[in-house]
């Protein structure tokens, strides 16, 4: 299939013409295409939380006011307050407490939070010039964090914790061995 500038192979897995005309029969009387257009509208579709999905806004291009205009507005503010975070961060301007450039960012999460940054960081990788290397612990497994971190130095490495509501007890469990780990090696 080719759409969108995509190209899809499909032809290794096991589904004929039949098969993909009934997925498009399930999705349209799952009313699928108007889901969608729900969604970027930024309508309450979220049923759990009667509230709207707006991680698409979090892509929009200018003028495409994905959840209204002021939604548009802030998150291109906020995009932009990234972008030079980001460029701060590669180029040692942005600095630890100890004075030293970072050369080590860690992102703390599980499932989405975790999944979505490795995902990317694994997609961007043959574009990363330069700037910190990027280290993702999505796991509550001790072992996991504590092999990392005998790798980093503490005075120049950043933490990020990610996390929708910041109450994921396995996300706050490594976040606070982080931190636990920069007060014991800083002091000493």
Not at 93 to 114: E, F, H, K, M, Q
Not at 146 to 157: C, G, I, N, Y
């Amino acid at each position: 299939l080719h759409a969108a500038g995509l190209w899809l192979d499909y032809s290794r897995q096991h589904i004929d013409a039949e098969g993909l005309d009934a997925l498009r029969r399930c999705a349209q009387t799952a009313g699928l295409t108007q889901a969608v257009r729900a969604m970027f509208a930024g309508e309450p579709v979220n049923v759990t939380e009667q509230r709207p999905a707006l991680h698409v806004a979090l892509r929009q291009p200018r003028r495409a006011a994905i959840g209204g205009a002021a939604i548009e507005s802030a998150v291109l503010a906020e995009r932009s307050r990234m972008l030079g975070l980001a460029e701060d961060l590669r180029n040692g301007r942005l600095v630890s407490a100890t004075g030293r450039a970072y050369t080590d960012v860690v992102n703390i999460g599980i499932g989405g939070s975790d999944l979505g940054p490795a995902m990317a960081l694994r997609a961007l990788r043959p574009y990363a010039v330069g700037g910190p290397r990027v280290h993702c612990v999505g796991n509550i497994d001790g072992v996991a964090l504590h092999d990392l971190l005998a790798e980093l130095d503490p005075q120049s490495t950043l933490f990020v914790v990610t996390s929708k509501s910041f109450k994921t007890e396995e996300t706050l469990s490594n976040a606070e061995r982080a931190r636990q780990w920069i007060e014991t090696h800083l002091d000493a």
